[in-house]
């Protein structure tokens, strides 16, 4: 595992970055054997990492069976390939940090939609770099007025992904509108909806789980969710105040709440469009649920990258509560204190503070929910 990073990058934020990436691979079921942390300014132009880095890398790698070498960046497709080509007679490859979380996203995708989404994915990640690999082949193959294979071979690729990639989209239309029909169907009803949004292991499908009872699979690893889930949060009408008063029988209100893929730092912006359609439901909620790890030493840095992937997709002006989850397991963060500072700093978003495991402050979040969905009633 190598991390390129400025200089100016704190020691602190250099370790958070290498903690988060070995999560990663122990996510797709790897194990860290060797890890390096490179301080540059300006990042190699040919190979992203420094030659002399290189070199240190394959000796020291040679007794310890190590046969994938992960950059925590994402790269270019000649860095890529050039990488690929000094690693090659020491058995060993190049994965950029997408890589990895393409990978991680193919093993976890359970829905068509999200397996198509991957596809794509893959396909605009994969594209640029098969193209690049047909042109070394097509400069060493043909002369001057010559076609060579690599250029004939960089064609065909082009064109079966081209093909490739019509026919996902025509499927990924056919999950949207069907989605579409779903949502419809809410509307007539008058179900409103939430979202549950925030930043991959803060505690989504957990949060999902304590509302509605779902019973979505939760775990503590990054994306474990990739599909969106959707469970039905009842909200019950108030006692009457006097318990001799009688009142008829009302039903409780239905509220359909949504979780899907978690986000995450440097997540490229064609991923996301890649995920439009699966996040679409979050686009279309009436009313976001930001999770936040409160026992994330970084989690306002985590707050503004969801932020900034909020406003990637058009959605940063929409109601939102931030949801502090965790307080079960934070520390200083969780005493008195701070909770009263951080609904000062946050009062905007009126801040809530549960453990969706333990069920705290569950209640609370559904009046406060209750409230924001149905103002006047």
Excluded at 95 to 103: P, T
Aim: glycine share 6%; net charge positive.
């Amino acid at each position: 595992l190598v991390d390129c990073v400025p200089p100016t990058l704190s020691h602190e934020e250099s370790a958070a970055r290498l903690a988060e990436a070995e999560s990663l691979i122990k996510t797709y079921g790897g194990v860290v054997v060797v890890k390096k942390i490179q301080k540059r300014s300006i990042p190699d132009y040919r190979t992203y990492i420094g030659p002399g880095k290189i070199d240190e890398i394959i000796a020291e790698s040679k007794d310890l069976d190590v046969n994938i070498i992960i950059i925590n960046n994402a790269l270019k497709p000649n860095q890529t390939y050039n990488l690929n080509e000094l690693l090659r007679p020491a058995k060993m490859e190049a994965w950029d940090r997408i890589d990895i979380i393409l990978k991680i996203f193919q093993k976890h995708a359970q829905t068509k939609e999200a397996q198509l989404e991957i596809q794509m994915a893959s396909i605009k990640h994969m594209g640029p770099r098969i193209f690049g690999m047909g042109m070394q082949l097509g400069r060493q193959g043909g002369g001057i007025g010559a076609k060579g294979s690599g250029e004939t071979n960089t064609e065909a690729m082009k064109r079966h992904l081209f093909k490739l990639e019509q026919n996902i989209k025509k499927d990924l239309e056919d999950c949207k509108r069907i989605r579409k029909l779903h949502r419809d169907d809410r509307k007539r009803r008058n179900l409103p909806t939430v979202g549950i949004i925030g930043y991959t292991n803060a505690g989504k499908s957990s949060l999902l789980n304590a509302l509605t009872h779902k019973g979505a699979y939760a775990a503590d690893k990054l994306f474990a969710t990739l599909d969106t889930r959707v469970g039905k949060m009842l909200i019950h009408p108030s006692a009457p105040k006097s318990p001799e008063a009688w009142t008829p029988f009302v039903p409780p209100k239905e509220i359909l709440i949504s979780d899907t893929i978690g986000f995450i730092d440097d997540l490229p912006p064609t991923l996301i469009k890649s995920f439009q359609s699966t996040l679409e439901e979050t686009i279309e909620a009436d009313l976001l649920l930001h999770v936040i790890d409160l026992s994330d030493p970084r989690w306002r840095e985590k707050i503004t990258t969801v932020q900034d992937i909020l406003t990637a997709i058009k959605v940063a002006d929409k109601p939102c509560i931030y949801v502090f989850n965790k307080i079960d397991q934070a520390k200083k963060s969780a005493s008195r204190t701070n909770k009263m500072a951080i609904k000062k700093e946050f009062a905007t978003f009126k801040p809530i503070f549960v453990s969706a495991t333990q069920n705290l402050g569950i209640e609370e979040l559904k009046a406060a929910v209750a409230k924001q969905i149905f103002p006047h009633q």
